[in-house]
């Protein structure tokens, strides 16, 4: 079955960046794109991204352009989310999801990060 | 980037109730849209791809109808697990965008 696994909480100060992964199991990995979401404490969903394994072609929000990188490694089945220059209204609980053209089938279970001087 | 509105942002429902949400965009996006289900503490899931198209194994009673810019998400007979945030999100050009989302709870 398909299982994607997100790394553990982070504290960040502001100004730094963080790292987070997401490895997928149980399905060919690079048919399939990542797409990534999150959301900051009482608040909606907010798409970031979005990158495919087999090309490594990416699509980020615009509000996130040159803040965010997102890569993925297809021999661990990986895939990772960078954001840098984090900010307080950077704190939020992140998801990977997979994706395709049917939408986000199967997520992880999110990884907060907490960004407080 | 393309606007989503959704209404009502919350509604108080009982039990067997029919509930609809509306989801409208601020530009046409054919049918790509997909309705997701949040709990708390929970990552959302699927419900509807394609503006109505019935994930599967999700149940019958939710039905996704809509095409262009107004999209309806329908709850024919709510359940107690039905209680929770929906969101709509356009894939029809990137960015792609949520809802603000609606926030069903217990009458």
């Known amino acids: 079955q398909v299982h994607l696994v997100q790394s553990g909480a982070e504290v960040k100060k502001p100004g730094a960046s963080v790292k987070v992964s997401c490895k997928a199991s149980?399905?060919?990995?690079?048919?399939?794109?990542i797409s990534w979401v999150r959301q900051a404490p009482g608040q909606g969903l907010e798409w970031m991204g979005w990158v495919a394994p087999y090309n490594a072609n990416t699509n980020y929000a615009q509000n996130l352009q040159g803040r965010v990188t997102m890569t993925t490694d297809t021999s661990t089945n990986t895939a990772y989310m960078e954001l840098g220059s984090l900010r307080s209204d950077d704190t939020a609980v992140y998801y990977c999801?997979?994706?395709?053209?049917?939408?986000?089938?199967?997520w992880g279970q999110g990884t907060l990060v907490t960004v407080s001087s | 980037a393309i606007q989503m509105t959704q209404s009502p942002s919350s509604l108080s429902a009982s039990v067997g109730d029919r509930v609809t949400i509306t989801c409208r965009a601020s530009?046409?996006?054919?049918?790509?849209l997909g309705w997701y289900q949040q709990k708390p503490g929970k990552a959302p899931k699927l419900l509807i791809y394609?503006?109505?198209t019935l994930q599967s194994g999700v149940p019958s009673r939710f039905r996704g109808s809509g095409s262009g810019t107004d999209f309806t998400l329908t709850i024919s007979s709510l359940q107690p697990e039905d209680f929770a945030t929906y969101y709509c999100?356009?894939?029809?050009?990137?960015?792609?965008?949520f809802g603000p989302g609606t926030k069903v709870d217990i009458k």
């Open positions: 149980g399905y060919t990995f690079p048919s399939f794109g």
């Open positions: 999100l356009q894939d029809y050009n990137y960015p792609f965008t």
């Open positions: 394609a503006a109505s």
């Open positions: 530009q046409g996006i054919r049918n790509d």
């Open positions: 999801a997979r994706w395709d053209s049917s939408g986000s089938d199967y």
